[in-house]
């Protein structure tokens, strides 16, 4: 991922997304006097995020892809669909059944994974979508449209995850960094909850005051977890309901896969004494910068995912690791060699190239991004597996 820019370049936003911006801080800033002065991080960011017509994610504003605020793997090119399409037939030709994407984004992975399906002949029976807010929906539905109607007709979209366990692929690609996390700084031997307050000016800011008891307990079991102490003033984020929403997919799925795809790295390295300020990133028309509080409702709010939390909680919900790799490992293992050198003209192969270059190359995203495989039932060895396998270093 990008370094973090000062929050004053960032470009200026329109009028009308300024009133919009404000709007959303007015509703915030409610919540914070209905609670007393201070919300826990958490509280602030399921607004700023999900508040109906005005967070984030609900509000109708392009997110994804150039033109957006960031762009995903899938968004920088359908070699990753294809390549996750081949771990996908690998599966489906041993559990059978659907796949099931949450969230999915602009519904580009949806159409590029179907897409490959059909060439490799191993379409699932249906290709479910999860969908998290109505103007991303509208969005798949549109680039789901373009389909033929063979492959359009497999799609649906959720509102919940189904009653009936599924046989199959679930697929989380960068929906956990997208959960709400508290955050937290250590004072000596306790922690604060860093969280927001309003000023007497009436504008947002950062303040600390008593975690609560959930908080308190995840920091403290955190510190015990680590090799090296974490010092005074260091500041972090923890995920408390990453463990219920692992529980539920493990729930979603009687026989098959979880594939989760996103930015994260192993708890140790993720809360490295010399990582002061932890790993909040605000991301708005491709730029990155740490100020949660210079937009809200028009940018992104994420942190790197602990993945040593990620597979804790997947065991106990019934899930076995299968393996953990680099994105570029991940799409290295796939093929996506053989897709850049199948290309049809030399204009196409430089392009297919270049768009490799970005999802492999350790600078860009191909060490940054992880791959962890979660099955149930699964025995086969996976080809996304074979390269590589840093499930020690969890």
Known sequence: MSSALSASTLPEPSAEETAHSERLVALIADEIRTANGFVGFGAFMRTALYAPGLGYYSAGARKFGRAGDFTTAPETSALSGR?????????LAETGGDILEFGAGSGVLAADILQA????????ARY????????????????????????????EWLECLPATPLRGVLIANEVLDALPFERFVVRGEHAASLGISVDARGDLVVAEAEPDAALAAAVVQL??????????GYAGELRLQQASWIGSAADALAHGVLLVMDYGLPRDQLFHPQRLGG?????????????????PGLQDITAWVDFTA?????????????????????????????????????????????????????????????VMVLGKGVSLPLRGLQLQDLRRSL
């Open 83 to 91: 390549c996750v399409a081949r771990q996908c037939a690998e599966i």
């Open 117 to 124: 399906l059909a060439e490799l002949g191993q379409l699932p």
């Open 128 to 155: 479910l979508i999860l969908a998290v807010a109505a103007d991303l929906r509208d969005r798949q539905q549109h680039r789901v449209a373009a389909l033929p109607a063979r492959l359009r007709s497999r799609v």
């Open 223 to 232: 510190r015990a977890s680590l090799s090296a102490q974490l010092p005074n």
């Open 279 to 295: 790993t909040l990133r605000c991301h708005y028309r491709q730029r990155a910068h740490d100020d949660p509080l210079r937009l």
């Open 310 to 370: 990620v597979a804790d909680a997947a065991v106990d919900a019934g899930f076995e690791v299968l393996g953990f790799a680099t994105q570029a490992a991940f799409l290295i293992a796939l093929g996506i060699e053989g897709e850049v050198a199948a290309a049809s003209t030399p204009i196409d192969q430089v392009r297919r190239a270049s768009e490799a270059r970005r999802l492999i190359l350790p600078g860009e995203m191909g060490e940054a991004f992880k």
